[in-house]
């Protein structure tokens, strides 16, 4: 099992709508959990992160957290051509490092 | 300036040539990954240093080695290229706790022919 699961995608939206990201995690005891946005080619880009369990808003981006159900996730509202990325989900699973999960390709559709 | 610079960007190399990947930060960061990704995989992590010092093996090692040469520089070497080496290669730095990953290079395109 990967310590850290996205489905791949590609998620296709229509420009103003939700993108809905689902990120799943093995280690119970994982503390740190955060979205990254890639452009292609370029590198990682942090824009989330959340420790406690219910939402965090910034922006047009939510970071949901259940810690019982062992899932993250990323909400993207009204949603741009600029968002179209990979988006990566990472767990900090004890203090020295991250585990990446392999991305989830987001295309918005004018 | 940028933060954290990779050199080379991109690299072509052939089979059982020895390649170093170079890095720089001017964060004053103590600690520095390097990761490589590949399509379908994610940032897998291959080596970390927290100090001149301390460097540990991340999860895939093998093929690889690193130096650290000072605070501010860290270098990947791979003593051997073979073509499964071919990947992206991503340096970055995080302060004393890592919550998060925020600096990281621009990225070096390695191809092993």
């Known amino acids: 099992q990967k310590e850290v699961e996205q489905n791949s995608g590609p998620l296709s939206v229509p420009e103003g709508a939700i993108a809905s990201l689902n990120c799943t995690y093995s280690?119970?005891?994982?503390?740190?959990f955060f979205w990254y946005r890639q452009y292609s080619g370029k590198s990682p880009e942090l824009i989330m992160f959340?420790?406690?369990?219910g939402d965090k808003e910034d922006g047009r981006f939510t970071a949901q957290l259940n810690k019982a159900s062992q899932y993250v996730s990323l909400l993207i509202r009204d949603s741009q051509p600029s968002d179209s990325a990979t988006y990566l989900c990472a767990v900090n699973m004890d203090d020295y490092k991250l585990s990446f999960g392999a991305g989830t390709t987001v295309t918005v559709r004018a | 300036d940028a933060d954290v610079t990779q050199t080379p960007r991109n690299r072509i190399t052939k089979t059982g040539k020895r390649i170093m990947l170079e890095c720089s930060q001017t964060?004053?960061?103590?600690?520095m990954y390097w990761y490589r990704q590949d399509p379908g995989l994610g940032l897998r992590l291959i080596y970390y240093?927290?100090?001149?010092?301390?460097?540990n093996k991340g999860e895939i090692s093998d093929g690889y080695s690193v130096s650290r040469q000072a605070q501010a520089k860290f270098s990947l070497s791979l003593e051997s290229a073979i073509p499964n080496q071919t990947a992206l290669y991503f340096c970055a730095t995080s302060g004393p706790r890592l919550a998060g990953l925020k600096y990281f290079g621009p990225g070096t395109r390695l191809t092993v022919l």
């Open positions: 280690d119970r005891g994982s503390q740190s």
């Open positions: 959340i420790y406690s369990n």
């Open positions: 240093s927290f100090d001149v010092k301390d460097i």
């Open positions: 964060k004053g960061h103590d600690r």
